[in-house]
């Protein structure tokens, strides 16, 4: 798939829709809000009944309001026992299976944590389960996107350098770049100029495709050494979210800005007013 643009909407159902528990009139409301995409947070658990996902499917195709989603919280790919494993496996495919019906694309999750094991070999379970993820939703017929997302704490499996060697090695695997998590993680990258390398970055070692199908994920964010603390609103945190706007733009990136800030649809109209102005 190719953007010729970035498309903004909200983590979940917006604030504003007044049934909080409907992601259809979510949909709506993201529509009415003149807002372009949504993701669907399976953050709990994934329970949506199968009418539910067709009513999702149909109103995102009838409003042109494409969905992303993301897993469960509790998935770790470098869990102690064999069988946590074999569940977060399954929780990923659980995932992608309900996100297809919904008619969601690319879907994110939080890989693993290091758990105080060297990096080098969590990234190698992280690679075995994602081969084994691909074959089984190929047996499904199941084609999305598995996206990890970079993490924004340093005890989080998701550097940036992991989700580009991940996605090297396994063919549907794609990052999922959360750039405020980024400057959590590093302390780094709030700039134009260091925005714009990390795009380069991704161009020269996983194409071009790369930054014409972005999945972002953006909010407001407070850190410490350890990584993020917690999500802000855009105005109340050190984030330079116009800068990393720019950057996109002057890459001609396209693809998804999800927004993660408490105010959700506040901050995502806000990005999409400036993006627009540029």
């Not at 009944?49 to 109103?59: N, Y």
Request: charged share 25%; with cysteine; glycine share 6%.
């Amino acid at each position: 798939m190719s953007f010729d643009k970035l498309l903004f909407g909200t983590a979940g159902v917006p604030n504003s829709t007044v049934k909080k528990n409907s992601p259809v009139e979510g949909v709506q409301k993201i529509h009415e809000l003149g807002l372009d995409c949504m993701q669907l947070e399976f953050a709990h658990g994934v329970r949506m009944k199968e009418e539910v996902s067709s009513a999702l499917r149909k109103v995102s195709y009838e409003l042109n309001i494409p969905l992303t989603s993301h897993g469960p919280y509790y998935i770790n790919l470098n869990a102690r026992e064999q069988d946590k494993i074999d569940s977060s496996v399954e929780r990923i495919i659980q995932t992608a299976k309900i996100s297809d019906l919904c008619g969601a694309e690319s879907m994110t999750f939080h890989a693993a944590f290091y758990m105080k094991d060297s990096p080098y070999d969590v990234f190698d379970l992280v690679e075995k389960s994602m081969n084994v993820i691909e074959e089984r939703l190929s047996r499904l017929d199941i084609e999305i996107e598995l996206r990890p997302e970079l993490t924004g704490k340093t005890s989080q499996f998701g550097s940036l350098e992991e989700l580009i060697t991940l996605t090297k090695n396994v063919g549907s695997v794609k990052p999922c770049m959360d750039f405020s998590h980024l400057y959590a993680r590093t302390g780094k990258y709030n700039s134009y100029e260091e925005m714009t390398d990390v795009l380069d970055r991704l161009e020269e070692e996983i194409g071009s495709d790369a930054l014409k199908n972005m999945h972002v994920h953006v909010s407001g964010i407070s850190s410490n050494s350890k990584g993020d603390l917690k999500h802000l609103n855009l105005e109340k945190s050190k984030f330079n979210w116009q800068d990393m706007l720019r950057a996109l733009k002057d890459k001609g990136c396209g693809g998804y800005v999800v927004c993660n800030s408490p105010n959700l649809e506040d901050d995502a109209l806000m990005m999409k007013k400036y993006y627009m102005a540029l």
